[in-house]
């Protein structure tokens, strides 16, 4: 597709929709993780992402384990995004995993799952299906993956056309434990998706975890459809603040 007819429909898209990111259980922008939320313990999420002349709309989520196994585990959950109609910004998420392990002490995990699933045509169904292989190694928790972008074609159309697919990877660092009043540990984490579309990005920043169940990630995200980003914002990269809550709420 010529650029000057794919900058027209990106902008269309752009008119209707806002790039949402969703929260499964994900690593920092991607859900390129096989790291799946615990049995019957709720997970709320706020995810923000910000610059000095733009924002994407915050993320409120709330996710459940449900499979209470030691080598299959599933999760699934909801998503809101405000400022906006939050009937139109309402998507679901799920996700499967082979824990790591599972077959073999070398086994990797694997999860497939799906994230930015809407019900409002060409405003929230982005339909993200994704797939991760997983593996802890001595520098940290290693992931690669893919996805595929099921949902409208307007909505993954970015500055040169439509871009549906493409990798993901992403990297956590071991403990850095700290155990001090109120910080207990540290993680440094990074990770990527490539495609020219709303959801192409890399970044990476720390995680700080409070204590075991209440955690706040930050750093910058750089979004490599520049074009598409700045047509809307006017940044092709914003810093995103994302606190994490656990409510282990049995035993």
């Known amino acids: 597709m010529k650029k000057p007819l794919a900058a027209a429909i990106a902008a269309a898209a752009l008119a209707v929709a806002r790039p949402a990111a969703a929260t499964p259980s994900t690593t920092y922008w991607t859900p390129a993780t096989t790291y799946t939320q615990p049995f019957g313990v709720p997970h709320l999420t706020y995810d923000s992402y910000v610059?000095?002349?733009?924002?994407?709309q915050n993320t409120?989520?709330?996710?459940?384990?449900?499979?209470?196994?030691?080598?299959?585990?599933?999760?699934?959950?909801?998503?809101?995004?405000?400022?906006?109609?939050?009937?139109?910004?309402?998507?679901?998420?799920?996700?499967l995993t082979l824990v790591e392990g599972a077959l073999a002490s070398w086994s990797p995990?694997?999860?497939?799952g799906i994230a930015n699933a809407g019900f409002e045509t060409d405003v929230s169904n982005y339909d993200l299906l994704?797939?991760?292989?997983?593996?802890?190694?001595?520098?940290?928790?290693?992931a690669i993956g893919g996805y595929y972008g099921a949902g409208s074609e307007l909505l993954w159309t970015g500055s040169d056309g439509v871009a549906r697919s493409g990798f993901m990877a992403s990297w956590v660092s071991p403990d850095?434990?700290?155990g001090l009043p109120g910080i207990d540990k540290l993680?440094?984490?990074?990770?990527?998706?490539?495609?020219?579309n709303w959801f192409g990005a890399a970044g990476g920043g720390l995680l700080v975890y409070f204590n075991s169940n209440v955690d706040v990630i930050t750093g910058p995200v750089f979004f490599l459809d520049k074009d598409y980003y700045k047509a809307t914002y006017g940044a092709d990269w914003m810093w995103t603040v994302q606190l994490d809550v656990d409510m282990p709420l049995g035993k």
């Open 51 to 56: 610059a000095e002349q733009g924002l994407l």
């Open 60 to 95: 409120y989520g709330l996710t459940l384990g449900v499979i209470p196994g030691d080598k299959v585990q599933g999760e699934i959950g909801f998503d809101l995004f405000y400022p906006g109609d939050t009937k139109k910004f309402f998507q679901l998420n799920a996700k």
């Open 109 to 112: 995990g694997l999860s497939v």
């Open 130 to 142: 994704h797939v991760t292989l997983g593996k802890t190694t001595p520098i940290g928790a290693l």
């Open 176 to 178: 850095i434990k700290l």
């Open 187 to 196: 993680n440094v984490l990074a990770d990527v998706s490539t495609g020219k």
